[in-house]
């Protein structure tokens, strides 16, 4: 089954306290349907120490959030799209943009 969302795709937050905002994916959990985007989805963690020596410290990373939440950013009309799939002549399977007909 082809994905409609992938690791290095530009994508568009939909709903939630980041709406609007845009970002590149870095991991997508099939399993859970859940998405890690840069810099959407920041909260603050704090860490303990560990080891003898070594600070506790507050550090801020991402969440994962729903993959329903986010829609794609189409490379070519840089406009959010909706994915279409299409058989390519050597029977391979391609992501290709709604608006412009354009393969990711």
Excluded at 64 to 87: A, D, G, N
């Amino acid at each position: 089954m082809l994905s409609r969302i992938k690791k290095n795709d530009l994508v568009f937050v939909l709903s939630g306290k980041d709406k609007g905002k845009q970002g590149n994916v870095i991991d997508v959990d099939k399993d859970k349907n859940k998405v890690l985007v840069k810099n959407i989805a920041v909260v603050t963690k704090h860490v303990k120490a560990k080891r003898s020596g070594e600070k506790s410290k507050i550090a801020k990373e991402e969440s994962y959030i729903p993959l329903c939440t986010v829609m794609p950013v189409c490379p070519s009309c840089k406009q959010t799209c909706r994915i279409q799939t299409k058989f390519l002549e050597d029977g391979k399977k391609t992501r290709i943009c709604h608006r412009c007909k354009e393969a990711f």
